[in-house]
């Protein structure tokens, strides 16, 4: 063989083999609009920590695309009689990223820790865990100060950290024994993680990316084999333009859900790419100020009601979107499928409008909402033009987010109208119905109804205790039909979303709890 | 000695204005609407957990008390803590401001380059069509909004004639060099890792060019001015009586005095850039200070928006400081009358 030739093979040969390991991997790269602040499941609030750590840590159990939560780390739960006491059984095969076994001590200390740090998800919990009991390695309860129905429908904002790995990097701190809980170590730990998740913390660079780095000994293993997703780079992308460059080009695979329906609509054309719509759990309502004049007059919110153009939204605003039947969108188990529904009627409004004690001198009505919410003002222009023809003023005003939260801590301050959008925290009419409708959650933003209302009050809180699926959907289904009735929104619609993603991407399941269908494990790659 | 009186009151100076704008800014992102520790913990947060991070976070004290620990902590390096990322506001900076640097150096290098070059050829040639050119040129730069030529040129130069990598300092497949300065050009090249470097001088060139166009624009025409103006001068004429070439007289006689103007307004664009990338860096995921500002200031993360201004301010400074070093030494009558200013 020439000589030449031989030192051609050779060359190939040393390439093929020093390439091999290094050959395309299956790399999801996805947007985000936001940088990422913490990757601490007990500090992790929004959407872009939600991904992160739903990804690296597990939870005890998990939402399906319907809502319905399912094993995870855990692989069986009992409630006892009086529903004060879940005793969960772990799963014996799982291991946290360092190799060591999870155990229910792992699970205890996790909990204890969200609970201390009094951060992120721990408000679900805050009032509610009386006792937490390490029966054996492998089975914990805990024990509730009152039955609270949707307990196991928050669990998956609970994520399990390896205590051995946290107790090991802690610094003084206010925590007696455990020092700061490793709350420096989690928040400054750039390629390393106490989780038991999919995915582990390969790299963050804040600002730039964050990476995540498939884990081989996953307990749920990899069912699509080698075409699972073996990395996964999230990188702040606010600039549209920018994202559509880059998914245009291959560069960009999947995008996050925040653009523009006529965004997704451009995205749809491009060659190899795929949008994929999901009917979510996102509410927009424009809540009503039932303690302010004149909204304080329910034929005025009815007559708001009966003026809104929901077509007009469903169709122009968000083309493809339910429009809302009622506080709790269809994308959660429990709504009330048989509530009555709005449409848009002037001649009704003015009836209604006729029959309220301010007639004919209606006040001036003042509607708030984000500044850049520009399909929302589009909305309250229309309302207000609506308005204008049976001779009620509407004024719109834009406000940035803090001065909204605000304007809504007090009733006297709270606007008629704040427009809103409402994702829902767990898959429960809960998470609607009491945080916007229950006098004890009043003083936030989700709660500018002011509603305050005894039965109401009544019914949610009885709806928490009973834990009985039957007796409990009789409970919501009524509260419900008085919350329509007492109309204290214009419940307006649920957000169809989309998604684009490069069209070799397979397995996207959504599913309606802020964040939980970037699961990086369900994807993977047809090619 | 003159040059150390010099820099002495200069820094005397500064301490007073940043001080200054340290109590006023501390004031008014007090004062503007929002919680910041709801903004933080999220809307669904416990009045609770609100009350705690508040008390953690020394919210609950008096604001005389609250600007004293700050103040007393900036001496310790302390810049308190951020609402966003949970960690030291000075660790943040130390983590963007070097990319911030680098776009803003790199578009100083292009609108030196090319600016100044410009701005004489134009003045040169005047009323020409070289010099019609540049003044065209001059006006489109300064007229058309940064963030509008950002977006051109990611789509030209990134999509259409896909040369340059659209956003970011590296590219996904190349590590990053272990962190010396932060500026990955200067570790880059510290660490010997050239294919980083290459990697962050390709991902530089948009984002800077973009950046430094309206500079590029604004400089072509003030050296063109002053360049104008000097070339009228009467020593100039006699050194054209004496027979002395052109291209002798504009990089000897004319160059110098006619860069005055001109480093004071690169002076000044630089560290003002610090806080106007913010577009720029928006466009291209640029991980920098002014985005992290502007989102600071959104969040009502008062310890960032306090940190980013010093940190602008103290730019200022050094910038100003740096353009007097210059201009003394451009013109020595400048150096000349300061050193006599400091010896009496």
Known sequence: ??????????????????????????????????????????????????????????????????????????????????????????????????????????????????????????????????????????????????????????????????????????????????????????????????????????????????????????????????????????????????????????????????????????????????????????????????????????????????????????????????????????????????????????????????????????????????????????????????????????????????????????????????????????????????????????????????????????????????????????????????????????????ARLYYAMQNYVRGFTYRPVMSYEFYFHDLWFER | MGVVLFLARRLGYSVVVLLGLSILIFTISRVLPGNPARLALGPYATQDQVASLEHQMGLDKPLPVQYWVYVTGLFRGDFGMSFQTRRNVADDIRHYLPATIELVALSIVWIALFGIPLGSLSAKHKDKWLDNGVRLFSFVGVAIAPFVIALLLQFIGAYLIPIFPATGRLGMMVSAPPRITGLLLIDSLISGDMRAFGDALWHLVLPSFALALGGLGQIARISRASTTDVLEKNYVEAARGFGIPDRRIMSKYALKPSLIPTVTVLGLTFASSIGNAFLIEQVFSWPGLAKYGVRAILRKDFNSVMGVVLVIGVVFFVANFIVDLIIGYLDPRIRLRKEQQGNN
């Not at chain 1, 500090?43 to 939560?69: C, H, K």
């Not at chain 1, 245009?248 to 795929?274: K, P």
């Not at chain 1, 939260?405 to 007090?410: F, I, K, M, P, Y």
């Not at chain 1, 009973?466 to 419900?480: F, I, K, M, S």
């Open chain 1, 1 to 494: 063989m020439p000589r030449i030739a031989k030192t051609a093979l050779l060359l190939a040969m040393v390439l093929a083999v020093t390439t091999a390991g290094t050959l395309a991997s299956n790399i999801l790269t996805l947007s985000s609009v936001q940088e990422v602040g913490t990757v601490d499941p007990a500090r992790a609030t929004d959407y872009t920590e939600t991904i992160s750590v739903i990804n690296i840590y597990d939870p005890l159990v998990f939402p399906d695309g319907n809502g319905v939560v399912q094993p995870k780390l855990a692989e069986t739960w009992d409630v006892s009689e009086d529903a004060l006491t879940y005793s969960f059984s772990l799963r014996q095969d799982a291991v946290f990223h360092d190799g060591t076994q999870v155990f229910a001590e792992d699970v205890a200390f996790s909990m204890e820790r969200m609970l201390a740090l009094k951060d992120g998800y721990s408000w679900m919990w805050a009032d509610l865990i009386s006792g937490i009991d390490i029966i054996d390695d492998y089975t914990i309860s805990f024990t509730l100060r009152e039955p609270f129905a949707p307990f196991l429908a928050t669990l998956p904002a609970f994520c399990v950290l390896n205590k051995d790995l946290v107790v090991a990097h802690t610094q003084p701190g206010d925590y007696g024994d455990y020092g700061d809980y490793g709350v420096e170590w989690l928040n400054t730990a750039v390629d390393t993680d106490a989780g038991s998740g999919p995915y582990t913390l390969r790299s963050w660079d804040r600002g730039r990316e964050i990476v995540f780095a498939r884990f081989d000994d996953y307990f749920l293993g990899w069912p699509q084999g080698d075409k699972s997703v073996d990395e996964a780079h999230m990188f702040n992308l606010p600039a549209t333009a920018t994202l559509k460059t880059m998914l245009r080009s291959g560069e960009l695979v999947m995008t996050d859900n925040l653009r523009t329906f006529e965004d997704y609509e451009d995205m749809s054309a491009y060659n190899g790419v795929t949008v994929i719509p999901a009917d979510t759990g996102q509410q927009i309502t424009f809540k009503i100020n039932t303690k302010a004049a004149p909204t304080d007059d329910i034929h005025i919110r009815r007559m708001l009601a009966w003026a809104f153009d929901y077509a007009m939204a469903i169709t122009e605003i968000s083309p493809g979107s339910l429009q809302s039947r009622g506080p709790v969108p269809s994308a959660i188990p429990g709504q009330n499928p048989d509530l009555f529904q709005y449409t848009q009627d002037l001649d009704k409004a003015r009836e209604e409008l006729e029959l309220s004690s301010y007639y004919p001198n209606v006040p001036t009505l003042h509607i708030v909402m984000g500044i850049g919410a520009e399909a929302w003002r589009r909305m309250a222009l229309s309302l207000q033009a609506a308005l204008a023809t049976i001779g009620v003023n509407l004024e719109i005003h834009m406000e940035t987010w803090g001065r909204m939260c605000e304007l809504a801590a007090q009733p006297e301050t709270t606007p008629n109208l704040m427009a809103i959008i409402q994702a829902p925290m767990y898959s429960d009419p809960d998470t609607f119905l009491y945080s916007m409708y229950h006098s004890d959650a009043a003083g936030t933003w989700m709660s500018t109804e002011w509603l305050q209302n005894d039965t109401v009050d009544e019914l949610i809180t009885e709806s928490r205790r009973t834990v009985d699926p039957a007796a409990r959907q009789e409970l919501l289904n009524t509260v419900q039909e008085i919350i329509v009735d007492e109309c204290p929104d214009i419940f307006i619609y649920q």
